[in-house]
């Protein structure tokens, strides 16, 4: 999920969900941890992930018909390895450092495709997707570079089991719904 959401409450009727992976520990705290002493606003809501689906408002009622859409998902796909390596940035085209998805992104594309096929979720991005772990944002450039070098050498690799449903009530932290276990 990205800070831009965290503004404004959805519109009444309206929930604000995303969908993603969590990084597990130790590696999501000290992710977290690092995006906030880059100084990332960020920090504060939103823990270490992989945006599966970014910040989506969609009518309430529609809600039991999109957790059925993410069950479908998950269980049409296995649990996959992931690993993250090394630092990447978005730069000049947006002032982002993150860490780099190494091996599992065709999975992570795969998945993050079918969740936004149907017509509650689909979102109109000027970017194409692109798996990643975000630690600095809405930073001073310093931070920014800091936070690259700092990183350069991270390296995490897990299982990636499943996926979570988070909301947002345009205040704190993001909240987790329902986890998805791939597979089924």
């Known amino acids: 999920m990205n800070v831009t959401a965290i503004g404004a409450p959805p519109a009444p009727g309206q929930l604000r969900i995303g969908v993603a992976i969590d990084i597990p520990q130790p590696w999501g705290e000290l992710l977290t941890r ?33 957790e059925a859409h993410l069950a479908a998902v998950a269980a049409a796909h296995p649990p996959y390895p992931l690993h993250l390596r ?24 795969l998945i993050a495709a079918e969740i936004g096929s149907v017509d509650e979720l689909v979102r109109n991005s000027p970017f ?3 798996p990643h772990v975000t ?13 690259y070098d700092d ?5 995490a690799q897990f299982d990636v089991e499943g996926f979570t449903l988070f909301s947002h009530s345009g205040e704190g932290r993001w909240q987790p719904r329902r986890d998805f276990a791939l597979g089924g």
């Open 34 to 66: 690092r995006r906030a002493e880059a100084g990332d606003p960020a920090a504060e809501y939103v823990p270490a992930h992989i945006t599966l689906l970014g910040p989506t408002d969609i009518v309430e009622q529609q809600l039991a018909q999109v």
């Open 128 to 130: 194409p997707y692109h």
């Open 86 to 109: 090394g630092t990447g940035t978005f730069r000049p085209i947006t002032d982002v450092v993150f860490v780099a998805v190494a091996a599992g992104i065709s999975e992570c594309e």
């Open 135 to 147: 630690v600095a944002q809405n930073v001073p450039a310093e931070a920014l570079d800091k936070v």
């Open 151 to 155: 990183l350069a050498g991270f390296e």
